[in-house]
């Protein structure tokens, strides 16, 4: 590293303690969901490969959490693997479906997090249902954030999953349908969404430039705030972070009205 480079990095340093030690808690989102974009982006451009990538991604996790665990954040929501990304080659998806297990066992293991499986879990490799069931079970009484991974998933996908169960459970309890059709409403379907008894998102950070959600918790992101960032994930800084926070507790949040 050259001298221009550490001064550069002293400066961001010393820039991200001065909003940090201007961020007021009182207004620190509880649950931030997290696109976490731009891994193969940011391979390409330092010249690795797209596996490099994502391991660089994978790694950012800990130290993202790490610094959602100074404020006052009780649910981080990660997307990990989308519905879509199944569609992607295999040389890739194989790597990616390691790494992402790997992921999960880490949080596991730390010991900070409480690990939720939000998603799919039938589009998964038994390998992969196995090891975030184990996940779940060991974490289930851990006191810190709970972090969401969302593997295997998307917004449309867990609609059409909540409306599912739903009418199974009409259907267990002898339910009519014409008395379901009459007593659905939005409570009754967050009931049902992976995310039930979750806070909705107050906050949605999407790295690498792109402004759109792709799907991403359509249903509990309806009146949530949208930081939208050009770093790709694997640069993500703390810095990046506080400037998320630091937007977020400025706007007049109206929830529609």
């Known amino acids: 590293m050259n001298l221009r480079d550490k001064l550069r990095g002293l400066l961001v340093r010393l820039y991200a303690r001065r909003v940090e030690g201007h961020l007021d808690h009182a207004q620190v989102p ?3 969901g997290v696109i976490m974009d731009g891994n193969r982006r940011w391979a390409k451009a330092s010249g690795s490969t797209t596996v490099h990538g994502h391991r660089a991604g994978a790694e950012k996790i800990e130290e993202f959490l790490g610094w959602c665990s100074e404020t006052d954040v009780e649910v981080v929501t990660l997307w990990l693997l989308s519905t879509d990304n199944f569609d992607r080659p295999q040389d890739e998806l194989g790597p990616l ?6 992921v999960v066992r880490t949080l596991a293991a730390d010991g900070r997090w409480r690990v939720h499986h939000v998603g ?16 779940e079970e060991a974490t289930a009484h851990t006191k810190g954030i709970v972090v969401n991974v969302a593997i295997g998933y998307g917004g449309r996908q867990e609609i059409a999953d909540a409306v599912r169960s739903m009418l199974y459970e009409a259907q267990d309890k002898g339910v009519a349908m014409t008395d379901l059709a009459d007593s659905v409403d939005i409570d009754m379907i967050g009931r049902h969404l992976y995310t039930s008894h979750q806070p909705d998102p107050d906050l949605v950070i999407r790295t690498s430039g792109e402004q759109r959600l792709s799907g991403f918790m359509l249903w509990q992101t309806a009146h949530s705030e949208y930081y939208f960032c050009d770093v790709y994930w694997p640069a993500f800084r703390k810095v990046d972070f506080l400037r998320a926070l630091r937007d977020y507790a400025a706007r007049h949040r109206r929830f529609g009205g």
């Open 30 to 32: 509880k649950h931030i």
């Open 97 to 102: 479906l390691g790494i992402i297990e790997d």
């Open 120 to 135: 799919a879990m039938d589009l998964l490799p038994a390998g992969m249902q196995a090891t975030l069931k184990e996940a």
